[in-house]
């Protein structure tokens, strides 16, 4: 069975501009979190999907949104880009939204802002 | 809020020695700990859970964890490490309150020198 995917792998983008990073959950996996992964924050949570809803948000500003499409398939977008926002970003599948469920994540995407 | 502290910013072991990669937790109510492994470059790996059950936990790659209620602890074991076991470490709860959400310590590198 695949694992989860993330595309693009590497993104280079400068302050200002917007980018939109996609993951693939695991077939059959209805429930996609995405991570940031910083040096100074560690691993943050960012939001959680279900069934096209989102369940859960981060403290994370509104210039980081996302959304989940029928298939499962989920993207996150960050506008107006800062320095900051320079990280790893990290998605992750589960069949379900339960406690006891493994979350899988895939390989990431590096995003270095300029 | 539930949190996870890894006290350990690195752990040097010897191939073929015993290795520990410490974590406690703080939660309301029962805990439910996982730990993953991230190799450079890479997203996260799942290694084992901890539920309910037995208070040993065997997972992935030889890895087992033992949970300790009184301890609040719930420390990653191996019984001969490898050098291919360098990486980075981390402990994760779940936070209930917030769905599917993981929260993570701050991670623990391992370097196994042969």
């Known amino acids: 069975k695949a694992g989860v995917t993330q595309t693009p792998r590497y993104l280079i983008k400068t302050r200002g501009q917007q980018v939109t990073l996609s993951c693939s959950p695991i077939?059959?996996?209805?429930?996609v979190s995405w991570y940031q992964q910083t040096p100074g924050q560690g691993l943050q949570f960012l939001f959680e999907?279900?069934?096209?809803?989102?369940?859960n948000k981060g403290n994370f500003p509104g210039r980081f949104s996302g959304r989940q499409f029928s298939n499962s398939r989920s993207e996150m977008n960050v506008s107006t880009l800062e320095l900051g926002d320079s990280a790893l970003y990290l998605c992750?599948?589960?069949?379900?939204?339960?406690?006891?469920?493994?979350?899988?994540f895939g390989p990431g995407t590096r995003l270095l802002v300029l | 809020a539930q949190s996870v502290a890894q006290p350990e910013d690195q752990v040097n072991v010897a191939e073929g020695n015993p290795l520990t990669v410490k974590c406690t937790y703080s939660?309301?109510?029962?805990?439910?700990l996982f730990w993953y492994v991230q190799y450079p470059n890479r997203g996260l790996q799942f290694l084992l859970k901890?539920?309910?059950?037995?208070?040993l936990v065997k997972g992935s790659y030889g890895f087992e964890a033992e949970f300790n209620k009184s301890q609040t602890s719930f420390h990653l074991k191996k019984p001969s490490a490898l050098v291919s076991d360098s990486a980075l470490y981390f402990c994760?709860?779940?936070?209930?309150?917030?769905?599917?959400?993981?929260?993570f310590g701050a991670g623990t590198i391992l370097r196994v020198k042969s």
């Open positions: 994760a709860v779940r936070d209930r309150e917030y769905g599917n959400k993981l929260v």
């Open positions: 077939s059959g996996h209805r429930s």
């Open positions: 999907y279900f069934s096209e809803t989102q369940r």
């Open positions: 992750a599948s589960s069949r379900y939204q339960s406690a006891g469920e493994t979350q899988y």
């Open positions: 901890y539920i309910t059950g037995d208070n």
């Open positions: 939660v309301s109510g029962n805990p439910y």
